[in-house]
């Protein structure tokens, strides 16, 4: 389970077999007929989704004509009804051989397309991906089989990981009325992957300080758990803080002295600011060491 939603449920049959039911929605999230279109695979058939019930019938033993176009998938292309209306100019429609059929179709389509996926995958980056249950962790397979190349990614754990995400905080967000004559809005692209290209991130290896890292650093990079004091006139508040009330954890944007973690580079650009800290410990990385 992940943010309630399964992932893998395992069925143990016997002593020799194991049998893992997955949601094929989370690795490749589209439509099953848009999927088969574009791997060229058997198609879905069509199937009068709204006939058996209330706006159809109720009889689930059916037999006779075609059912209307209104029972249909929405936007279904009329050319396309048709085609399929003309299956039944001799024979009577059957609501129980068609939906039998229709599911038929829906297996055979959605193996093909698996079988398909599974094979570009492994043609392209030697991955299978039953190893991976959804997009994201094959995603992430690939990059750290293809990608990652001799720089490891340590996992963090236990009290370093409860510290480091203290440091972590919702975002900031203003109103503003604004007015202006000869205005230019801008919108920027791919913003985050071009700064974590181009910038430092707290990644890799981590070492555990005390005490005020500046004394040896004159640039310091990482986590630091700091007691801080806001300027008394400020009015952008800078640094932000977690309080838990009620078992809910929020953010706030305070006044005053408080002890909190802060990100390095937060903290120095809440410095210009007139924000003033006293660090007592924190988290740097170890640059190009491995794991």
């Known amino acids: 389970m992940k943010d309630g939603r399964i992932l893998n449920l395992r069925l143990n049959y016997g002593k020799k077999y194991t049998i893992y039911f997955r949601d094929s929605y989370l690795l490749l999230p589209l439509s099953l007929d848009k999927l088969a279109k574009s791997m060229n695979v058997s198609h879905k058939s069509l199937f009068p989704m709204f006939f058996a019930g209330t706006e159809g019938t109720l009889d689930l033993n059916y037999v006779g004509q075609c059912p209307d176009y209104k029972y249909f998938k929405k936007n279904l292309d009329i050319n396309e009804y048709i085609q399929y209306l003309l299956k039944f100019v001799y024979v009577k429609w059957d609501l129980k051989n068609e939906t039998i059929q229709y599911c038929n179709q829906d297996c055979i389509s959605l193996y093909q397309v698996l079988i398909t996926f599974n094979q570009l995958i492994f043609d392209q980056f030697q991955l299978n991906i039953n190893n991976y249950p959804t997009l994201f962790s094959l995603a992430f397979g690939i990059y750290r089989a293809h990608y990652l190349k001799d720089y490891k990614i340590p996992l963090i754990g236990g009290q370093i990981l409860k510290d480091i995400r203290e440091g972590y905080y919702g975002g900031h967000t203003d109103v503003y009325k604004t007015c202006g004559e000869n205005l230019f809005v801008y919108d920027v692209n791919s913003l985050y992957p071009y700064v974590m290209q181009h ?93």
Do not use: C, R
């Open 199 to 291: 910038f430092p991130m707290p990644v890799g290896n981590i070492h555990y300080f005390e005490g005020d890292i500046y004394k040896t650093d004159n640039i310091p990079f990482g986590f630091f758990q700091v007691e801080i004091e806001a300027p008394e006139h400020i009015t952008v508040l800078m640094t932000k803080a977690s309080i838990n009330n009620s078992s809910i954890k929020k953010t706030i944007a305070p006044l005053g002295k408080w002890t909190g973690v802060i990100f390095s580079e937060e903290l120095t650009n809440a410095m210009k600011f007139g924000y003033k800290f006293k660090i007592l410990k924190g988290y740097t990385p170890l640059w190009g060491l491995d794991s």
